[in-house]
């Protein structure tokens, strides 16, 4: 069975930095994108950041600048580094990934969440 394990959430005061981690782990074929989603109360989930197996980033406008995705494959972990964080970064930060076990079929696999807190 594949599983996502995050940590590095936290509180931070505006304008400091956090660096959230998630390693996949399990029966894994293959991996194909991995990134990181956000939810804040009474707010839809949203799209963070992503990066595909071919090296392709792909940011959301209101961190591009600030965040910064990256991705060790031997490791088969994603890391996001958030940099001058404002009060509307709070939420709570899930990993996503799409992986391939042994079979065929590439299936969708989410972390448990962490919570990012920015406030002085």
């Known amino acids: 069975q594949v599983q996502l394990v995050e940590s590095g959430g936290g509180l931070v005061q505006p304008g400091g930095s956090l660096r959230l981690s998630c390693a996949a782990s399990?029966?894994?074929?293959?991996?194909?994108?991995m990134g990181w989603y956000r939810q804040a109360p009474g707010k839809q989930r949203e799209l963070v950041a992503t990066?595909?197996?071919?090296?392709?980033?792909n940011y959301n406008d209101s961190v591009k600048g600030r965040f910064t995705i990256s991705r060790d494959n031997a490791k088969n972990t994603v890391l996001l580094q958030m940099n001058s964080l404002k009060p509307e970064d709070t939420a709570v930060y899930y990993c996503?990934?799409?992986?391939?076990?042994?079979?065929?079929?590439?299936?969708?696999?989410w972390g448990q969440g962490t919570q990012v807190t920015v406030s002085s």
């Open positions: 399990g029966s894994i074929f293959s991996i194909n994108t």
């Open positions: 996503n990934a799409n992986i391939r076990d042994y079979s065929v079929t590439y299936y969708v696999y």
């Open positions: 990066f595909t197996s071919g090296g392709s980033t």
